[in-house]
């Protein structure tokens, strides 16, 4: 069975600019979620799809990073414009349901770094 | 206060070694209590998950869940260099879907 597809894995962009990550989750999975890690630290949700819909986006910087779920398979993450503060890892998991189980399955991650 | 803490290490143990790696939490709400471990430039893993209190054996991993203190462990019995990574808890609640995730302690075994 193929795991959670990310790309790209690295990118360097100075700040200001916008970057974009595309997360394929694995098949017949309808929960999606994107994290982000900051060295050092435990991932924190940032959003969660359910299908292609919003289930909770509170911890979302909207006025910088938008996220999309077309058709409710692939997702996209952008940031624009980007802040020395989003250097992070970016992971995308999915799930088989939205509650409860505690297994999400994450890809290898996009690590950004903002010069 | 942190909803989770977890010591970050960096813990270094000989191989063979029994490992214990713990979380406390402050929120009652959680119910249910997950390990994760996550390699070097890699996505975490599920290892272990708990629901109640407890002990709850895999392998050479053995979860153990204190609710009345709100303190998790994670042993790890007779360690390989294999385990060497970074051991995330995590947590949730009832009817919650958010994951709530300790930093992570870093682990080496060295052979």
């Known amino acids: 069975e193929a795991g959670v597809a990310q790309s790209p894995r690295y990118k360097i962009i100075e700040k200001r600019q916008s970057v974009a990550f595309w997360c394929n989750p694995i098949?017949?999975?309808?929960?999606l979620y994107w994290y982000q890690q900051i060295l050092g630290q435990g991932p924190k949700l940032l959003i969660q799809f359910q299908n292609n819909g919003v289930v909770d986006d509170s911890q979302l910087p909207k006025d910088r990073f938008s996220a999309e779920r077309l058709k409710g398979v692939d997702s996209t993450l952008k940031i624009q414009p980007a802040k020395l503060e989003d250097s992070a890892v970016y992971l995308c998991?999915?799930?088989?349901?939205?509650?409860?189980?505690?297994?999400?399955?994450f890809g290898e991650g996009s690590r950004l770094t903002v010069l | 206060q942190k909803e989770v803490e977890q010591d970050p290490g960096p813990l270094s143990v000989p191989e063979g070694a029994i490992v214990s790696l713990n979380c406390t939490y402050s929120n009652s709400a959680f119910q249910y209590f997950m390990w994760y471990r996550q390699y070097s430039r890699k996505g975490p893993e599920l290892l272990m998950y708990?629901?109640?209190?407890g002990n709850k054996e895999d392998g050479r991993f053995t979860a153990q869940v204190d609710k009345s203190s709100k303190y998790i462990s994670l042993f790890i019995r007779d360690s390989q260099p294999s385990d060497s990574a970074t051991y995330l808890c995590a947590m949730n609640g009832a009817g919650s879907y958010q994951l709530t995730f300790g930093k992570g302690t870093k682990l080496s075994v060295i052979p």
């Open positions: 998991a999915s799930s088989l349901e939205d509650r409860n189980t505690g297994e999400l399955f």
């Open positions: 098949s017949g999975h309808a929960t």
């Open positions: 708990t629901y109640s209190s």
